[in-house]
Structure formats: structure tokens, C-alpha cells
């Protein structure tokens, strides 16, 4: 009998009971962000969240920084009166838009097909929002709640850098965090195959915010005349450059460590040159993580002019930048460069990057957990090229990583389907998520 056999024979409830249904239920509850105020808000998901706590006996704290945009926290744990140190186990409500022409099933049905839980939010992030109230609902009814006091934390508007969520608590409500010294989120603990080896990765850094606002002004005019002052022009010769820059490959400790087991895999050595060469032995997970080598600007939003004949005064455009932890200097003085005269940059959201050391005892326990429902795995972490709520929480000096297990077919290109068409899970990685995550809740 496996460590992991005599493990669940000692258990008496299931961490999975619940977590495909919890996982449907929240995806049918439509809570699109459009970054703006439009939209439904998370009001009903955050009460559906609150009712499915309560049912067990765990009373949450209800955040709203505007009508509708709705957080909520709540105490959990904490058997051993002498553990201080909380840990903070926190999932966004939000998701992103989805036009349901583009989808095989209707985004917010969270039907189930082909072994899979389908739905805007089924990857990002209302899977591990499930699992986490799978697992908290299953230990509190057989009253084994941890030794370690747990602050779980549900949030509202994460898509839209979370100012209305995360930040609001950390700025107004920090008193609710109150001994949080680690935190654990979203997008780590997936898996990748490679060279037939499942490569579990855990979220250790993610590269700084800059989504920036760029303006041109010039010299309105008729179209049909000669105009060297011409905001449009100024405007999309900035765009070009900087969408076209090619940046420099630079290694932080994260991806050091990452490059260098996935080297020791292909039989040769990790180096800034053969970077690119390895990120592609994770097939489509490269997609993220050919991001997270270098910094990234990508030009996203293009806005002038009311007529073809009229020559306008102002043209804007939005940028997508990427900083990787430690080159914040070099990203902005380069885009300085690129953007050159004439274009007035200004910060939508401006948040700084960050890197955890992967190392005591949180890394371990997570290794563990996995170890014992993958015994053959690799555990390593990663740089994410996104941004979550962990940016706002770090502020209060705890240390954070990404863990929301999932084991994931070698052909599913899992990173394709954040805020992508036809988003979906598989029902069996939800479990093992659940039943993973539970034991990391033993060791911590």
C-alpha cells in the first residue's frame, strides 16, 4: 500500500464530493467584467459563495467598493491555538467577456462534454474557486479543519487589475489579513508534458503591469491639404516601433531554476541563448512562458478622427506592457525611446512585478501534495506573464505563489484557453486538484 492508499483510507470525506457541480454552478452565474461599469458585477456570486460557507458554519465578511462589485473574506481553521501565521487561500469572482457565437456550447452553461466542465471561468479562475470550497466544505463538516489559521478571501474585478476587489481590501480593510505572512492563488500547480515527463508549475514570480494610455496631439486639417503635424502619424509610427521591438532576453532566479530542469530533461544546459530553444519543449504552454524571458509590449486598442476628409487633433492608442522583476528600469527607459517626441504616455494601471524565493516550508507542501497523486511528476516553479491579486496582497509583506493543481492531457493547449473561445476543464483534473490540494492543506 502507497503512503497515498493508507492516506485516503484514513480520511472521512471526500475533497472532490463537490467540486465539478460547484465549478457548473459558478460558471452559470454570469459575472463578465468589461473592465468599465458595465456588466452584472459579482453580487451573486459572492452571495452564492457566502451561502455555500455558511451551510457549514463559516461566516464571511461582505466587501462592496461599489454597487455590485463584491469581495468577501472570511476566518477559517486555526485548531492549534499556537499557529499565528495565517495563511491567506484566495480566488477572483470575475471573468472575462465571452460572445457565445464564437462558442461550440453557450459560455455560461457549464455543461459538461467529453469529460470536460465547459464555461467562461471554467480555467479562470471558478475551477480553483471550486476546488477551494470543495475542499473547505468537506473538511469542516468532518471537522478537520487545519492546525494553521486560514483567511479565504473571494474577490471581485481581478480581470481589471483589481482595484475594485483586491486593492480595496488591502487599502481599506487590512485588518481582515490581519497575520497572513504567505498566499496562495491562481495559475500555478498545472501541468505540462515534457519529453514525456508531466512537469507540474508553480507560480513563484509574475512580470510588472504597465497598461498604458498614449496620445498623440497635432494640427487638425483638411485631409486633402499638406499636414506635417499630424497626430495620427506621430501617434501609429510610436505604435509601430514599440509593437515591433524585439526585447532581450533576460533570466530571473524563477526561470533559471525552471530552464534548468527542463535542460536536464532534453541532456544540455540552460542558458540565456538556448532559452527560446527550451521554452518550446512545453509545446503550447510557450505561449506563456515565451513571455516571461523577456519584457512585452503589445499594442491593443487604436482610437482617431470622426471623417475620412478631416485630418483630427488628437489620436490615442493602449498598450499592453510587461516588466520581468528587477528590469523595471530598462522597460521604461526603452519605451521612452520608442515612443518618442510628441507622445504623452499615461498609466491605466501600473503595478510592480514580484518574485517569491521558491524555497520553505509552503514550497514543500505543495511538492508533497503533488508528489502523492503523481509519484512520477516534476515540480518546478515559473515566471506568469499575466498579472493576479497577488500583486495587491503582497503589499502587506507576505509571501506569494500560484498553486491550483490541475494534471492535464499532453494534448490539451491549457494556456490557449485563458480568456479564450471554448474554455474548459477537465472533470478529472478538477478532482485531482481537490484531493491535492486537501493534502497540501495537512502540511501546511
Known amino acids: 500500500m502507497t503512503s497515498s492508499e493508507a492516506s485516503d483510507q484514513q480520511r472521512s470525506y471526500d475533497p472532490a464530493a463537490e467540486v465539478v457541480e460547484l465549478c457548473r454552478d459558478l460558471i452559470r452565474i454570469d459575472t463578465s467584467n468589461y473592465g468599465d461599469a458595465e456588466g452584472p458585477g459579482e453580487r451573486k456570486a459572492a452571495e452564492h459563495v ?17 454597487p455590485g462589485r463584491t469581495s468577501l473574506v472570511a476566518r477559517w481553521g486555526g485548531a492549534d491555538p499556537s499557529r499565528t501565521d495565517a495563511l491567506l487561500l484566495h480566488g477572483h469572482l470575475d471573468v472575462v467577456p465571452a460572445a457565445a457565437e464564437d462558442w461550440q456550447v453557450h459560455p455560461f452553461s457549464g455543461e459538461v462534454q467529453d469529460g470536460y466542465v465547459w464555461g467562461r471561468g471554467a480555467v479562470d479562475m471558478k475551477d480553483f474557486d471550486a476546488m477551494l470550497l470543495s475542499v473547505v466544505r468537506a473538511r469542516q463538516r468532518a471537522e478537520q479543519v487545519p492546525d494553521r ?12 487589475g483589481g482595484h475594485k476587489g483586491a486593492q480595496v481590501i488591502v487599502d481599506e480593510h487590512a485588518h481582515l489579513l490581519e497575520g497572513v505572512t504567505e498566499a496562495v492563488g491562481e495559475v500555478g500547480g498545472f501541468s505540462a508534458t515534457v519529453r514525456g515527463r508531466r512537469v507540474y508549475l508553480i507560480e513563484a514570480a509574475e512580470k510588472g503591469m504597465a497598461w498604458m494610455k498614449l496620445t498623440a496631439r497635432g494640427r487638425a486639417g483638411h485631409g486633402s491639404m ?9 501617434l501609429t509610427g510610436a505604435v509601430a516601433r514599440i509593437g515591433a521591438h524585439q526585447w532581450p532576453v533576460r533570466l530571473t532566479p524563477t526561470m533559471e531554476v525552471l530552464l534548468a530542469t527542463v535542460a536536464d ?17 512545453f509545446g503550447g504552454a510557450a505561449r506563456m512562458l515565451g513571455a516571461v524571458i523577456s519584457n512585452t509590449t503589445n499594442p491593443t486598442m487604436l482610437s482617431a478622427g470622426y471623417k475620412v476628409n ?32 510628441g507622445v504623452e504616455i499615461e498609466h491605466v494601471s501600473h503595478q510592480q512585478p514580484w518574485e517569491t524565493p521558491y524555497d520553505g ?3 514543500a507542501a505543495m511538492t508533497r501534495s503533488l508528489l502523492a497523486e503523481d509519484d512520477e511528476a516534476i515540480v518546478a516553479p515559473y515566471l506568469m506573464s499575466g498579472g493576479t491579486d497577488a500583486k495587491h496582497f503582497r503589499r502587506l509583506g507576505m509571501r506569494s505563489y500560484g498553486f491550483a493543481p490541475l494534471r492535464l492531457p499532453a494534448d490539451l493547449d491549457f494556456t490557449a484557453l485563458f480568456h479564450g473561445v471554448d474554455e474548459r476543464v477537465p472533470v478529472d483534473a478538477l478532482e485531482f486538484g481537490a484531493r491535492v490540494f486537501d493534502r497540501f492543506l495537512d502540511q501546511v
Open 310 to 341: 478631416v485630418i483630427p487633433t488628437e489620436a490615442t492608442a493602449y498598450v499592453d506592457g510587461r516588466f520581468l522583476p528587477g528590469f523595471e528600469d530598462e522597460f521604461f527607459a526603452t519605451l521612452a525611446e520608442l515612443t518618442g517626441e
Open 265 to 281: 530533461l532534453a541532456g544540455t544546459e540552460a542558458t540565456p541563448e538556448n532559452a527560446p530553444a527550451l521554452i518550446e519543449e
Open 50 to 66: 457566502a451561502t455555500l460557507l455558511d451551510e457549514v458554519g463559516i461566516t464571511c465578511e461582505v466587501i462592496e467598493s461599489e
Open 226 to 234: 499638406i499636414n506635417t503635424d499630424n497626430a495620427v502619424t506621430r
Open 149 to 160: 489559521p486560514v483567511v479565504l478571501c473571494f474577490t471581485a474585478d481581478e480581470e481589471a
Open 361 to 363: 516550508d509552503l514550497v
